[in-house]
């Protein structure tokens, strides 16, 4: 019954590392969505996608970047790992219209040393 | 200023008792509001989503919108344990494809 998978929940990675996080959904949704969490934060979004090789930036995509080459995968991009860049990563999805209902994934959890 | 604030607790209370989490935001475009439940070291699940003011009730759950306040609530009615959580509200405005999301309030249930 999963519909959003993250392909990976823990990952540690060191500094200056290349760390790629994917998502798949099986929902046919259009619209996809990276956002990180943290504590006192909130959810804050990194990148979003309304299409396939459609991307548009968050409200903190500052060392981030994302590809989605197919519907059902969204991926987000860490081209150099920071210390500041440890948090969880969660991947959302929904239909473009109706009733905006995000589905998110279980998680990512990152920690960069 | 936040466009949406939500304390975030943490909340203990005991079982049994009623509790009210609340967000109040700035946009008045905003229409479409929901809340969010989240476990620990799970991602979000969607409990209640409401279209515009009123009242939606669905088993102990009762989501309130006073868009003449800028103000929703959600209420638990005889809390279980089984309700702590962290408890997201969300909203956004007609035609925005983005969620914005309050804080999240950390509510723990005491037996």
């Given at each position: 019954?999963?519909?959003?998978?993250?392909?990976?929940?823990?990952?540690?990675?060191?500094?200056?590392?290349?760390?790629?996080?994917?998502?798949v959904q099986d929902m046919d949704h259009e619209n996809m969505f990276w956002y990180r969490q943290d504590p006192g934060l909130g959810l804050r979004l990194i990148y979003f996608s309304y299409d396939v090789k459609m991307?548009?930036?968050?409200?903190?995509?500052?060392?981030?970047?994302?590809?989605?080459?197919?519907?059902?995968?969204?991926?987000?991009?860490?081209?150099?790992?920071?210390?500041?860049?440890?948090?969880?990563?969660?991947?959302?999805?929904?239909?473009?219209?109706?009733?905006?209902?995000?589905?998110?994934?279980?998680?990512?959890?990152?920690?960069?040393? | 200023?936040?466009?949406?604030?939500?304390?975030?607790?943490?909340?203990?209370?005991?079982?049994?008792?009623?509790?009210?989490?609340?967000?109040?935001?700035?946009?008045?475009?905003?229409?479409?509001?929901?809340?969010?439940?989240?476990?620990?070291?799970?991602?979000?699940?969607?409990?209640?989503?409401?279209?515009?003011?009123?009242?939606?009730?669905?088993?102990?759950?009762?989501?309130?919108?006073?868009?003449?306040?800028?103000?929703?609530?959600?209420?638990?009615?005889?809390?279980?344990?089984?309700?702590?959580?962290?408890?997201?509200?969300?909203?956004?405005?007609?035609?925005?494809?983005?969620?914005?999301?309050?804080?999240?309030?950390?509510?723990?249930?005491?037996?």
């Open positions: 019954d999963v519909k959003v998978t993250q392909s990976s929940r823990y990952l540690v990675k060191r500094t200056g590392e290349k760390v790629f996080l994917e998502c991307k548009e930036k968050g409200d903190i995509p500052e060392g981030y970047s994302v590809s989605r080459e197919k519907k059902e995968r969204f991926s987000l991009i860490l081209e150099s790992a920071s210390t500041n860049q440890t948090s969880m990563y969660l991947c959302a999805s929904k239909f473009s219209s109706g009733a905006n209902v995000l589905t998110f994934g279980a998680g990512s959890r990152l920690t960069v040393l | 200023q936040k466009e949406v604030e939500q304390d975030p607790g943490p909340l203990s209370v005991p079982e049994g008792a009623i509790v009210s989490l609340n967000c109040t935001y700035s946009n008045s475009a905003f229409q479409y509001f929901m809340w969010y439940r989240q476990y620990s070291r799970k991602g979000p699940e969607l409990l209640m989503y409401t279209y515009s003011s009123g009242n939606k009730e669905d088993g102990r759950f009762t989501a309130q919108v006073d868009k003449s306040s800028k103000y929703i609530s959600l209420f638990i009615r005889d809390s279980q344990p089984s309700d702590s959580a962290t408890y997201l509200c969300a909203m956004k405005s007609q035609g925005a494809q983005k969620l914005v999301f309050g804080q999240g309030t950390r509510l723990t249930i005491n037996p």
